[in-house]
């Protein structure tokens, strides 16, 4: 699963939350940005593993953001709240594969280039 093409859907979920109140989406981006940016600083020092005690912590925010957002959406009743909803199912049911690159460094977070070759 492509990161980028989340981060941008989890773009459009916060610009349409109120300035002044908690975004569980914010909350996701900054999750998997903060997972991105800790995997390629770990990949550039030349390190081996990566620091487990902050992935699990970044891990934790995000999922713990979208599982409060499914239990708030459940109504789902109307078609903003439905397709947030349906957003934040995906990020918990599919979060093994956006976060692989975590795991598996061969795997990048987003197939920008694979998009690329195909233009």
Not at 55 to 70: F, G
Request: proline letters at 3%; charged letters at 25%; a neutral charge.
């Amino acid at each position: 699963m492509c990161c980028a093409h989340a981060l941008r859907e989890l773009a459009g979920v916060a610009e349409t939350s109120p300035e002044d109140s908690w975004c569980w989406a914010s909350q996701v981006a900054d999750a998997l940005v903060a997972l991105q940016t800790r995997l390629a600083k770990t990949i550039a020092a030349g390190a081996q593993t990566i620091d487990l005690d902050a992935l699990a912590t970044q891990i934790q925010r995000y999922h713990s953001a979208a599982q409060i957002w499914i239990t708030q959406t459940a109504a789902r009743s109307d078609a903003v709240m439905k397709k947030h909803h349906v957003l934040a199912r995906r990020l918990i049911s599919r979060q093994d594969d956006y976060l692989r690159f975590t795991h598996d460094w061969r795997v990048p977070p987003d197939n920008n280039g694979s998009e690329c070759d195909t233009r």
